[in-house]
């Protein structure tokens, strides 16, 4: 088909390909770990809805929860049980959260919570770090993670300067750096941070980083927020708060927990929360937030990931990816729970000029070759690769040889 209506023939930028010099992957169906496209070729799927797939395409529960919204409602645009089950579900993956309010996007939920912040703290400064992505939001749109890196946009044009003037961004996972960034902004209304970062390739903080974040937040009545839109219910099977044990005022969810539906979710302290409307005076809302169908998606979604037997088995394809990938000279893999990530570092980075350093045109060569052998990793090297709960051991572990083969022969060539 003619894709002429199209602005860049897609919906999304990263998905020209162009970045890797490839035609669009135009998908016709995709089941299981796998995805076809028009032409017929097969895939590993490996991109996973960019991540919100954590259960691969058409899981069976997923699939029983779309037909009982079928005959029970997709939209009422009202109050319904299933947002209240869905919430209580995520509670009882992250207790620390008190309060929880659905939107449609990753993008809403960081744009809502930098307003809480602000209205909380009467202040106006955002303090981000290079290399992460909270969605494309005004304040956020500048030197930001995977799509705009990918494309090489240090920022968006159409954005008024007195919006990204209130936007400091430092780097990541360099502790001085945040402690000058308070000494010389002591007026910061919120902190927000990918807390293991997806948007540079895979990227964690250090804890002593995260810790440091987190002490200079309660010096400066600083709002921190975890955007854990990503790596939410990837890095562990919960939040990296928990996994860290450091906790945020604030923390940003998304993809998983809508099992494949559009979602977003900002929840925290109850102080906070209970700041937006209709409760406060900070005006948040939506059409479809909420919807059942993304609740009752999401709902069969984090009931899988509470199955002992889908944990055991992602980490198992994880350790077989590490143990395939891990000494490899000059390539470097990175994994976290379902996220993971090659790059053509000799060691693994801890920012975003550290990712940068990298060889693109090799990355390219590099997608370019697994695409022809049928393995689809993301169109990017700035950009995570997610696991997920129907990829076979046996698939993972060719798809992991041949992974270790192809990058040893672009390196060589
Ligand atoms: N934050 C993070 C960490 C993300 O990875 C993304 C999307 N990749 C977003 C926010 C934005 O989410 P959405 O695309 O749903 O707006």
């Not at 990204?164 to 402690?179: A, C, F, M, Q, S």
């Not at 002992?308 to 990175?334: A, C, P, Q, W, Y």
Request: net charge positive; proline share 5%.
């Amino acid at each position: 088909m003619k894709r002429t209506l199209l602005v860049g023939g897609v919906n999304s930028p990263v998905r020209t390909f162009a970045a890797v010099s490839e035609p669009p992957l135009i998908c016709s169906y995709a089941r299981g770990s796998f995805l076809y496209d028009t032409q017929g070729n097969k895939y590993l799927d490996f991109i996973g809805g960019w991540g919100a797939l954590i259960h691969g395409h058409s899981n069976p529960r997923i699939r029983r929860a779309l037909k009982k919204v079928q005959t029970s409602g997709i939209l009422y645009g009202l109050t319904h049980d299933g947002e209240e089950k869905l919430a209580n579900k995520i509670k009882s993956f992250i207790p620390f959260i008190e309060k929880i309010r659905f939107l449609n996007s990753g993008t809403e939920a960081a744009m809502t919570a930098i307003r809480v912040a602000r209205a909380a703290t009467k202040r106006e400064k955002i303090l981000m770090f290079s290399g992460c992505y909270h969605g494309h939001a005004d304040s956020f749109l500048t030197k930001m993670g995977s799509g705009g890196a990918t494309l090489s946009l240090p920022l968006s044009e159409g954005i008024p300067h007195g919006v990204l003037n209130k936007t400091i961004v430092i780097r990541y996972n360099d502790t001085e750096g945040l402690r000058k960034a308070f000494h010389d902004n002591p007026d910061i209304a919120a902190l927000i941070i990918e807390p293991v970062a997806g948007n540079m390739g895979l990227v964690p903080a250090k804890k002593d980083f995260l810790t440091e974040a987190r002490k200079l937040c309660d010096k400066f009545g600083t709002i921190l927020i975890f955007d854990e839109i990503m790596c939410g219910f990837r890095a562990s099977y919960g939040s990296v708060a928990e996994l860290y044990n450091i906790f945020p005022d604030i923390i940003l969810l998304g993809k998983v927990i809508g099992g494949g539906a559009p979602v977003g979710a900002i929840a925290g302290k109850e102080n906070l929360m209970s700041l937006l409307s209709p409760e406060g005076p900070v005006y948040q809302a939506g059409t479809f937030s909420g919807n059942p169908l993304t609740c009752n998606l999401g709902l069969a979604a984090l009931i899988e990931i509470e199955k002992n037997r889908n944990i055991n088995h992602l980490e198992n394809l994880g350790f077989i990816m590490d143990s395939i990938l891990s000494d490899t000279k000059r390539i470097t893999f990175v994994r976290l729970g379902s996220m993971c990530c090659l790059f053509f570092l000799s060691e693994a980075p801890e920012n975003r000029e550290d990712v940068d350093r990298q060889n693109r045109d090799v990355f390219s060569n590099f997608h370019k070759k697994l695409r022809a052998k049928g393995i689809l990793i993301p169109p990017s090297p700035y950009e995570t690769w997610f696991l997920n709960t129907a990829m076979k051991e046996r698939d993972i572990k060719n798809a992991a040889l041949i992974i270790r083969n192809t990058a040893e022969e672009v390196l060589n060539t």
